[in-house]
């Protein structure tokens, strides 16, 4: 089954004897497009300016600040939480860099984010170890 709600795509198991197998391509080709990460875009007070002094004069270079961090106009940067940014001329855009897991017994089972792999793994609650099986995500 596939849903768009409030922007946000779920993407579970799809039933094919249950529907006719073009209409399902159709539909999927029609709503996967609407799918996209969680994004956000920073306009206030990030657009700024670095001067560089190459011999006798001084040269102004448009980008972004960030967290302290001065980034040229189009670079692109990872987050340490996992998003992807980019500086671009009037703001700095950053997204998701995983999907969520949104159909799994949350009684039962957690969801935690791996800052390193940037991916989630759903777990038992008592024991860290054993996967939960997880029926749908959100991206």
């Not at 089954?1 to 539909?27: R, S």
């Not at 657009?47 to 600040?65: E, M, P």
């Amino acid at each position: 089954m596939i849903a768009v709600l409030g922007g946000q795509c779920f993407i579970g198991l799809m039933n094919m004897k249950a529907m006719d197998y073009g209409l399902g391509i159709l539909l999927a080709l029609c709503i996967i497009p609407l799918c996209n990460s969680q994004c956000t875009t920073d306009t206030n007070g990030q657009i700024g300016h670095k001067y560089r002094t190459h011999g006798a004069y001084v040269r102004q270079q448009k980008g972004c600040i960030k967290e302290g961090t001065f980034y040229d106009l189009g670079q692109e940067w990872k987050t340490n939480d996992c998003m992807s940014c980019k500086c671009r001329r009037d703001s700095i855009s950053c997204c998701t860099m995983y999907s969520k897991p949104s159909d799994f017994d949350q009684v039962h089972c957690e969801a935690i984010l791996d800052l390193d792999s940037c991916k989630y793994r759903v777990v038992k609650k008592n024991d860290k170890t054993q996967l939960c099986q997880v029926d749908a995500w959100i991206s």
